[in-house]
């Protein structure tokens, strides 16, 4: 493992084989499991990129080296941006939240049992092997998004939040730097499904910027097994701005059920303009549930979300 204290340091200590530490809760997990085999390991917890700041246009910059923990509890994070508190705060034990990092969990890799098996085919980590969970055990994997080639579902709560608010991310490579729109972070499966993000080779996470979202209300509601450290079933994160009982403005995320956290645009585009209802809400479920394409025991997932949906704008509009 190489150490560094400075961002030349990293940035020029970054190889095609090598990998960035920060919090290291799921990056250890899979060199353990022999899914991840990097020729280095760069440990940049170091860096000072630990920060959570005023953006200069009253939004937030949250540096990529924050904790869960940090975050979650921030008070302008749970004033302004309560979707995200309550995202972070559902997911993972309070150990891991101390350790887990922003930036970390922008790229934290899929649950599915047979990825996290070297024995197991998966294109996501042997392109070509195959899927054998569209043919076998999938009751976890999603129902948006999917192919041929792969069925995996997103497993973070944060990254549904951030999805729902509009976040943008901050990277930074050894020849240039850029910000790239959440909505444009994550890639379908595809058939490519062992290329997740649009991180380029190098290229090392430096900050997640909240827009300015005065009047907005938001909420996030997850659905799972059992109540204690679950990954969702199902999930929904949605951010509301009303004019008296009219829904003025709405973002809608969903997690669980994506193979990437899943925005849902035209859903939100039925509900602007509308009077706040029950069945409003359920009219934007099923249309934001409409292209799902369930496998052999996950079809439940599709009125479970539909249901963690409408209950997430009731709850968000009381």
């Known amino acids: 493992m190489t150490r ?4 030349d340091a990293a940035l020029h200590a970054h190889t095609a084989s090598a990998h960035y530490c920060a919090g290291g809760t799921t990056l250890i997990d899979l060199m ?25 246009d009253g939004g937030l910059v949250i540096g990529a080296l924050a904790t869960n923990s940090d975050v979650a509890n921030d008070p302008r994070v749970r ?3 309560r979707v995200l508190s309550e995202a972070i705060l559902s997911g993972a034990t309070t150990q891991i ?13 899929t649950r599915c049992i047979y990825f996290r098996d070297s024995h197991s085919a998966c294109n996501k980590r042997d392109p070509g092997s195959g899927c054998p969970a569209i043919t076998s055990y999938n009751r976890n994997l999603a129902v ?35 910000t790239i729109l959440i909505d444009q972070f994550y890639h379908l499966p595809g058939d490519t499904p062992q290329r997740e993000t649009s991180l380029e080779p190098g290229e090392l996470i430096v900050a997640v910027t909240l827009p300015s ?25 949605v951010a509301v701005r009303l004019n008296g009982a009219t829904i003025a403005d709405v973002r809608i995320a969903l997690g669980g059920v994506g193979t990437i956290p899943w925005r849902a645009p035209e859903a939100e585009a039925a509900l602007r303009g509308k009077a706040v209802s029950r069945e409003a809400f359920r009219a934007a479920a099923e249309i934001a549930l409409r292209d799902a394409r369930p496998q052999s025991e996950n079809g439940f997932k ?10 997430a704008l009731i709850e968000v509009t009381a």
């Open 79 to 81: 004033a302004e941006y």
């Open 213 to 237: 979202m005065p009047g907005w209300r938001s909420h996030y509601l997850k659905l799972r097994d059992r109540q204690s450290y679950e990954f969702a079933l199902a999930s929904a994160a």
């Open 32 to 56: 353990r499991q022999d899914v991840e085999r990097p020729e280095r390991v760069v440990a940049i917890n170091r860096l000072p990129l630990t920060a959570i700041d005023d953006a200069p």
């Open 4 to 7: 560094v204290d400075d961002f």
């Open 97 to 109: 939240r101390n350790m887990a990092t922003t930036g970390g969990n922008l790229l934290q890799r």
């Open 144 to 178: 948006l998004g999917t192919s041929e080639h792969c069925i995996a579902t997103n497993p973070s709560d944060q990254n549904v939040a951030l999805m729902a608010l509009g976040a943008t991310i901050d990277v930074r490579s050894v020849s240039a730097s850029r």
């Open 302 to 311: 599709i009125e479970l979300a539909k249901r963690c949906l409408t209950q």
